[in-house]
């Protein structure tokens, strides 16, 4: 039954179990619900699994759950490595 | 999707939500709520979560005040954590002129009941000990603003407007707004019509093209304002720092990110919400000024969402003169999440009774023709 699903976040197949029976059944709602992807992978490792639960859970085929909007930056970066010596005010 | 209802609220971000709560709590529930996308797709979900009552102008300071009042008792009347932080506002200033106002506002604030304080840069120190505070003139700071998380809020009206027997329709989308003889008829929707004399217009930079469906012209216009989120750390930024003189604003969410945001004069007006690597030049550029030890903090995402945008930076409210069944519930120039329980409120007031317990005729879309305007100064980007 459990299981950790989003490793970063802490999040569990039961917590998206029991999203899915509160009424929330796409991924953006069930990320913002549960915290799902939000941590330093941002979703690359446990998103994928995710909708197959999902999936599975609702009956929806994979391609109806949908998949979160990806945000950059690809990997996390360093302020410092975006800041300019000079700041412009 | 019923055919027919009384209201038809049309926006399920924190505006609608709201008014849909206070409505089905007084008892008013043959309501049909309307979401395009997910709940808080728009500008809820999108924004800082920031809640700030040091504004410039009387009006939305005693909002603000009456939603931190609200915001205090959410988590327990909606049966959900909503992550409010009162840690605080700290407005830094760098000229005299921007000292001057913010003295003049604090001022006004604490008229208001409003325990804003304003300060030397170096006791801005003891609030934020990570501070820089070279070639900064004031600053000012109100222990009881703060944070909440956006989603959590929505998740709280969601459920319990559920629970109340209010009927939400997500991923439906609005398509018309049938008018006859000065009434409204009908709400037309991808899934369905819904016959009604009733629509709170809650769709946030969407308003104004939802008030041309009913023959009414708008002057909103939306703007994009990116944001981004850093890495989840042990709480070390009490307060939201904020600047109108480089537009930034940040702070530490509950669960631990720094979520902040930057705005942009030269940014045009556009639906367009993508996200750029000159804004996280410029945060970061602006950020790690204030507080250089933010140098050795990486940036997890980046995200934009749209601010409603009116000629006076002041929300649009209430019933349409010529269309009086036209209810507006938007305009919120990028502080609708932090004001929007006490809004909400009398709006849920106005539907019921026709009256509301703090007056909200001065912010009737009428004061676009009349010419009563006065203008909010304290707004970022």
Known sequence: ?89 | MRDRAKLVIIGGGVSGLGTAYHLAKSGFTDIVLIERGYFGSGATGRCGGGIRQQFSEEYNIILARESVRMFEKMSEELNQDIGFRQGGYLILAHTEEEAEHLRENVRLQNSLDVPSRYMDPSEALDIVPHLNIEGLSAAAYCPTDGVSQPFLVVKGYVDTLKKMGVELHDHTEVKGIKVENGEIKKVITDKGDIETNMVLNAAGAWSAKIAEMAGVEMPNKPYRHEILATEHMKPWLRPMIISFHTGIYFSQSHDGEIVGGIGDPDEPSSFRIDSSLEFLERFASVAVRYIPVMKKLKVLRQWAGLYDVTPDARPILGPVDELPGLIQANGYSGHGFMIHPMVTKLLAEYIIDGKTSIDIEPLNLRRFKTGEIIQEANVVG
């Open chain 1, 1 to 89: 039954m459990t299981g950790i699903v989003c490793r970063c976040m802490d999040v569990t197949k039961e917590d998206l179990l029991n999203a899915i029976e509160e009424g929330y059944t796409d991924i953006e709602s069930i990320k913002r619900v549960t915290g799902l992807g939000r941590g330093p992978c941002q979703g690359k490792t446990c998103v994928p699994i995710a909708i197959g639960i999902i999936a599975r859970a609702t009956g929806k085929h994979p391609d109806e759950v949908g998949y979160i909007t990806p945000r950059p930056p690809t990997k996390p970066i360093f302020l410092e490595q975006l800041a300019d010596e000079e700041v412009k005010e």
